[in-house]
């Protein structure tokens, strides 16, 4: 059976070179018993460090966000091409926090996954509710976030490949017993699949992996893995420790 996923999203936690090499080489050394394959998610001064860290492992290294624009005039911005030399193979687009944070709209989450996509980064697509609402609206929300980012031409965007990180903002920063409950969350995955064929087709769709993201720890993991039907984890906090990161990568055992 293919190993479980497990994006590691270092936000801000992980600020110095020298923290982010002991981690990512202490990390190559206990993935060769881990059950999950990993992609690190440092800030963009960190990418260089984590990529030379990790050269010759199997762990994958990805941006937290980029910016819409290719290249020019955007103070402050990071391409896509800027990912890639600086290490990056994937990066994350759309997280709650950028949308929330940068104010991100529909339309530049769009517009990143079209500027990654031609610099042949791997993407995951991060789409969420920020509230529950007993009568169902979320879900509209999560439609028209995938919707939004991959109708007209997502069939061209997957050539690249995809993955989507179901992230509930609600869930985000509580304890593993307030995150979602595993039955929602197996409903909200056959939502997203049943989304993902509707956009791009069923043959397309169906082999999209989908992830979840909001208070994962090892507590938490094996239930949601076994019961939620999903492909793996994007975790926030937890992975900027190495040994509460390496214990959700023991239990990934599907």
């Given at each position: 059976?293919?190993?479980?996923?497990?994006?590691?999203?270092?936000?801000?936690?992980?600020?110095?070179?020298?923290?982010?090499?002991?981690?990512?080489?202490s990390?190559?050394?206990?993935?060769?018993?881990?059950?999950?394959?990993?992609?690190?998610?440092?800030?963009?001064?960190?990418?260089?460090?984590?990529?030379?860290?990790?050269?010759?492992s199997?762990?994958?290294?990805?941006?937290?966000?980029?910016?819409?624009?290719?290249?020019?005039?955007?103070?402050?911005?990071?391409?896509?091409?800027?990912l890639?030399?600086?290490?990056?193979?994937?990066?994350?687009?759309?997280?709650?926090?950028?949308?929330?944070?940068?104010?991100?709209?529909?339309?530049?989450?769009?517009?990143?996954?079209?500027?990654?996509?031609?610099?042949?980064?791997?993407?995951?697509?991060?789409?969420?509710?920020?509230?529950?609402?007993?009568?169902?609206?979320?879900?509209?929300?999560?439609?028209?976030?995938?919707?939004?980012?991959?109708?007209?031409?997502?069939?061209?965007?997957?050539?690249?490949?995809?993955?989507?990180?179901?992230?509930?903002?609600?869930?985000?920063?509580?304890?593993?017993?307030?995150?979602?409950?595993?039955?929602?969350?197996?409903?909200?995955?056959?939502?997203?699949?049943?989304?993902?064929?509707?956009?791009?087709?069923?043959?397309?769709?169906?082999?999209?992996?989908?992830?979840?993201?909001?208070?994962?720890?090892?507590?938490?993991?094996?239930?949601?893995?076994?019961?939620?039907?999903?492909?793996?984890?994007?975790?926030?906090?937890?992975?900027a420790d190495?040994?509460?990161?390496?214990?959700i990568?023991?239990?990934?055992?599907?």
């Amino acid at each position: 059976m293919k190993k479980p996923l497990v994006v590691a999203n270092w936000k801000m936690y992980v600020e110095k070179p020298e923290t982010a090499k002991k981690f990512a080489l202490s990390l190559k050394r206990k993935l060769r018993t881990a059950s999950a394959d990993v992609v690190l998610a440092p800030s963009s001064t960190l990418l260089p460090t984590v990529s030379l860290a990790t050269k010759g492992s199997s762990v994958r290294v990805a941006g937290q966000t980029l910016s819409a624009y290719t290249d020019g005039p955007h103070t402050g911005d990071v391409s896509a091409t800027m990912l890639k030399a600086a290490g990056a193979t994937w990066v994350i687009v759309g997280h709650s926090e950028r949308r929330r944070d940068a104010h991100e709209s529909q339309e530049a989450v769009r517009a990143q996954i079209e500027s990654a996509h031609e610099a042949g980064l791997v993407v995951v697509l991060c789409v969420g509710e920020t509230e529950r609402d007993p009568a169902g609206a979320h879900f509209s929300v999560i439609a028209g976030q995938l919707v939004s980012a991959l109708a007209n031409g997502g069939t061209k965007i997957l050539a690249k490949k995809i993955v989507v990180a179901y992230e509930p903002v609600w869930a985000i920063g509580k304890n593993a017993a307030e995150a979602v409950h595993p039955a929602d969350l197996r409903e909200m995955v056959i939502f997203i699949r049943k989304n993902l064929a509707d956009i791009l087709g069923r043959s397309v769709g169906v082999k999209i992996p989908i992830l979840y993201g909001g208070s994962v720890d090892a507590s938490n993991a094996t239930e949601l893995l076994k019961e939620g039907d999903i492909a793996g984890f994007l975790v926030g906090r937890a992975s900027a420790d190495i040994d509460s990161f390496t214990e959700i990568l023991r239990v990934c055992k599907k």
